[in-house]
Nanobody, 125 residues
Framework: VQLQASGGGLVQAGDSLRLSCAAS????????IAWFRQAPGKEREFVSGIRRSASNEYYADSAKGRFTISRDNAKNTVYLQMNSLKPEDTALYYC???????????????????WGHGTQVTVSS
């Protein structure tokens, strides 16, 4: 499966963005999908994930209450709606896929076999 992330941009604190992760080559419904982000000088960190069943969503503490992950299997796309953005959300955002993951592995980058190129999110204060 190939992944293409898009939707990033330059916004002000408090604004919203919706990131998209479009899959090609295989149905996205076959994969657990996660969003990770990496800021300059920092390690890549888990933001949110959704399992194949789509009934299980997971968020980093920093994203809870502000971000929502969802999938549209008909469009072969997973979204990350980001509201109330903060300057500390500034990072390169990546989507990643894995055929199937146990819960404990969802937040670990090395669990994912497929990665898209990142999309830059910059939040100004």
């Amino acid at each position: 499966v190939q992944l293409q992330a898009s939707g990033g941009g330059l916004v002000q604190a408090g604004d919203s963005l919706r990131l998209s992760c479009a899959a090609s080559g295989r149905p996205i419904s076959s994969y657990s999908i996660a969003w990770f982000r990496q800021a300059p000088g920092k390690e890549r960190e888990f933001v949110s994930g959704i399992r194949r069943s789509a009934s299980n969503e997971y968020y980093a503490d920093s994203a809870k209450g502000r971000f929502t992950i969802s999938r549209d299997n008909a469009k072969n796309t997973v979204y990350l709606q980001m509201n109330s953005l903060k300057p500390e959300d500034t990072a390169l955002y990546y989507c990643a896929a894995a055929p199937g993951l146990i819960l404990s592995a969802m937040r670990t980058a090395s669990s994912y076999s497929y990665w898209g190129h990142g999309t830059q999110v910059t939040v100004s204060s």
